[in-house]
């Protein structure tokens, strides 16, 4: 076995000069000249640019006509695929090119050297879910798992370069944020380096600060991935992305009148055929399809007659009937080209136990599967329409359904249900849409996914996670009685949330309290507490721990329209949100109050502490500043003056924002417990900053106001105040209920 190469001091891990590749007469690579130095190099090209053949030259899979390729120093050109292999490279092909019949867990054993920081149990450490999958074929995995493996496989080589080959393709948006995470956790522990091929500009530019661009076998040029995320029109001009001819506005039929609308075309009526021009992904090598070939591979649908009630067209998708008021239903979404046994058994069992159903198709590979709203009909919820799951790419075809489910779903009216069951690529796009509906609609999602992490699925929403137990494919004792139970879960919750809404109980007893959303810290709690006891005889509070999820989650029920007032105590989410900890809120912190316009009583809460996880985990930039170890898990650090001022702009221009009424009180006494004389996060200095900030953003006007108090925050006499403003902001507006103001 040859001996590694020892990379010399400044000189490139890998270096490619003046390569060239063909295939017969067609030259694929062409004098290609790339260097990686260390960390992750992104290459990005459209199809056919000699991505994929560079990335096998590099490895000795077809042979190099002329040039040099170099790792640390060694000339690969002449060696063998196993020879360059121990030298230190490790290759993930596109495609992962497993083995359907060996077991996750032979997988690693095969290709484990038994030395090296790489081991099959290191593995299932960095990738859990294998762990869980370990006895399962490489033809029983997802395609997230798949890949994951196929990463696993190359690691094992403890490799100090990694050539990657698409990494991302056909993976759900979920799964391709945690092979990000991975790699590039991966580079920067600086084991090893990585070469990235990737048709995912968001993901290649997330993943690397320098991108190179192949165009027609060259690299084209190489520039910071700021800069190419950032410029549409290069993307446009050098990749093929960010517009679409279909993005213009077509120009106005000549012949009729301005401003007269002609009769509208008759819906074609029959079959219809559907050509493809390009039956195969064209490259530019591709010649011209015969017109014969065209013809004979023409697929013919069928339309057939339409349901009707009350003489309305059961699935017509014309823009009327899109407004019209939707019948009590229950959607069953997925992906049917896939999943469709299992979601059709799931709609019988709903209409069997007497609730009217809507089969929503998820599918992206664009056929006709017989759902009452078709894939393309969810796809026209976005202005790309189809286009988007058409791409030929399954990764952006799953990101477009995604977004399309999500904003379809927002449109829908009637739904008194919604239930999905689906691998992690189903799970991703249904549970998208779930969040859209208000609290209190049931949402249920049967995922392989559920027996891990589904913080990502479930959002600030109530979705139901119901773990499948064995794969979503085919109906078998066991998967029929999993669903079956959804399914009269399903109609169980639908059936007692329409009884809620349109039933006689629905209406709302006279002397029923209206609702009010704290935000509580652990040291904001001797505030919130008071305020509570302050209100409880005319409110009924719903605390929310201010842990990141908790500040979108009543941010959700007030964008439900399920809590008129708000008292937020502690908006100390902020603090992890801009500076890296773990807790963040996100962007649209305060956008639910922006939006419903309700009044809006706020302070700022344990705006002195970011919250990390414990010690060793604090960032490095960090290290020396001051902390305080709440628990072994958390470590919290003080905000700086510096620190505390941004935030205070932020926090100020959101408040501007704010159309309903603001009072926003400023305790001078300190910000939370650990801030107060003779604790350790007391620094008058940078509560000033804090302070000084929001008085010098905030708009003040007769109903934006700032309110300073000489007071600490857990002061009973703070709290006083916050209930006070917030009675007089809500004077007048529930005087139905007894006992309230």
């Known amino acids: 076995m040859s001996e590694r190469p020892v990379r010399g001091a400044g000189a490139p891990i890998l270096q490619l000069q003046g390569v060239n590749v063909f295939y017969g007469r067609s030259h694929a690579v062409q004098g290609v000249d790339l260097a990686l130095h260390s960390g992750v190099l992104s290459v990005v090209g459209r199809n056919g640019m000699g991505k994929t053949t560079m990335c096998k030259a590099i490895m000795g899979l077809v042979p190099v006509s002329s040039g040099s390729i170099r790792f640390m120093g060694e000339e690969l050109v002449g060696r063998t695929s196993a020879e360059i292999a121990r030298l230190g490279i490790g290759y993930v092909p596109q495609g992962r090119r497993l083995w359907r019949s060996l077991t996750v867990d032979e997988h690693l054993r095969l290709m484990s050297r038994g030395k090296g920081a790489w081991t099959p149990e290191r593995i299932y450490e960095v990738f859990p879910r294998l762990a869980e999958r370990r006895r399962n074929g490489g033809g029983q995995l997802s395609g997230g798992e798949q890949q994951m493996l196929a990463i696993s496989r190359a690691l094992l080589m403890n490799p100090r370069l990694l050539i990657m080959d698409e990494p991302t393709e056909g993976l759900a948006p979920v799964i391709v944020a945690h092979v990000e995470e991975t790699l590039v956790r991966l580079a920067a522990e600086g084991d090893v380096s990585i070469l990235v091929i990737e048709q995912n500009i968001g993901v290649a530019t997330q993943m690397s600060d320098t991108i190179a661009i192949m165009v027609n076998g060259r690299i084209h040029r190489v520039i910071a991935s700021s800069i190419l995320a950032a410029d549409r029109d290069l993307q446009q001009r050098l990749l093929g992305v960010g517009r679409h001819s279909h993005d213009e506005t077509e120009p106005a039929a000549t012949g009729a009148p301005s401003g007269a609308a002609g009769p509208a075309a008759p819906a074609p009526q029959g079959p219809i055929r559907v050509y493809n021009a390009n039956p195969t992904l064209p490259t530019r090598w591709s010649q011209d399809v015969p017109a014969a070939r065209i013809e004979a591979q023409a697929r013919t649908i069928s339309r057939p007659t339409l349901a009707t009630i009350d003489g309305r067209r059961v699935g017509d998708v014309s823009p009327l009937a899109a407004r019209a008021p939707q019948e009590p239903h229950v959607i069953i979404a997925g992906t049917l080209d896939t999943k469709g046994d299992e979601l059709r058994f799931l709609r019988d069992a709903i209409k069997a136990a007497g609730l009217r159903t809507r089969l929503v198709d998820l599918s992206t590979n664009g056929r006709n599967q017989g759902a009452d709203v078709s894939a393309q009909e969810v796809a026209l919820a976005l202005p790309t329409g189809s286009a988007g799951i058409a791409s030929g790419d399954r990764g952006k075809a799953v990101a477009a359904m995604t977004e399309a489910f999500r904003a379809w779903m927002a449109r829908q009216q009637g739904v008194i249900g919604i239930l999905s069951a689906g691998g992690s690529g189903g799970t991703a796009i249904a549970t998208a849409g779930m969040q859209t509906l208000p609290v209190g609609v049931p949402k249920l999602m049967v995922s392989t996914m559920a027996s891990g992490n589904v913080a990502a699925y479930v959002g600030a929403t109530d979705i139901t996670m119901m773990h499948s137990v064995t794969d979503v494919q085919g109906l078998n004792r066991v998967s029929r009685t999993v669903l079956g139970n959804a399914a009269q879960a399903m109609a169980a919750m639908a059936r007692n949330f329409h009884e809620q809404q349109h039933g006689p109980a629905t209406r709302r007893p006279e002397a029923e309290k209206p609702l009010v959303g704290l935000t509580m810290f652990g040291v ?42 708000v008292i937020d105590v502690s908006t ?126 905030i708009r003040v006007t007769a109903t934006r106001q700032l309110i300073r108090l000489p007071h600490h925050i857990n002061d009973p006499a703070f709290a006083a105040a916050l209930v006070q403003h917030f009675r007089a902001l809500h004077q007048g507006r529930f005087r139905g209920a007894t006992g309230r103001t």
């Open 524 to 565: 904001t709690t001797p505030c919130v507490q008071q305020v509570t006891r302050l209100i409880e005889r005319e409110w009924e509070p719903l605390v929310f721990h201010a842990t990141g999820t908790g500040g979108r989650s009543m941010e959700k029920l007030i964008d439900s329209g399920l809590v008129p007032g």
């Open 572 to 697: 100390t989410e902020i603090c992890d949100m801009m500076m890296g900890g773990i807790l963040p809120a996100t962007e649209d912190r305060f956008g639910a109050v922006i939006r419903t316009r309700i009044p809006y009583v706020g302070s700022v809460g344990a705006l002195d502490m970011v919250n990390f996880g414990a010690p060793e985990t604090v960032p490095q930039h960090y290290r020396q500043r001051l902390f305080y170890p709440h628990n072994p898990q958390i470590t919290l650090m003080r905000t700086t003056a510096e620190e505390n001022a941004r935030m205070g702009r932020w926090i100020g221009e959101r408040l501007n924002q704010m159309e309903g009424p603001v009072r926003f009180l400023l305790p001078e006494g300190g910000v939370s417990a650990l801030d107060a004389p003779g604790q350790p996060f007391w620094d008058p200095a940078a509560d000033a900053a804090l302070f000084d900030a929001l008085a010098s953003t």
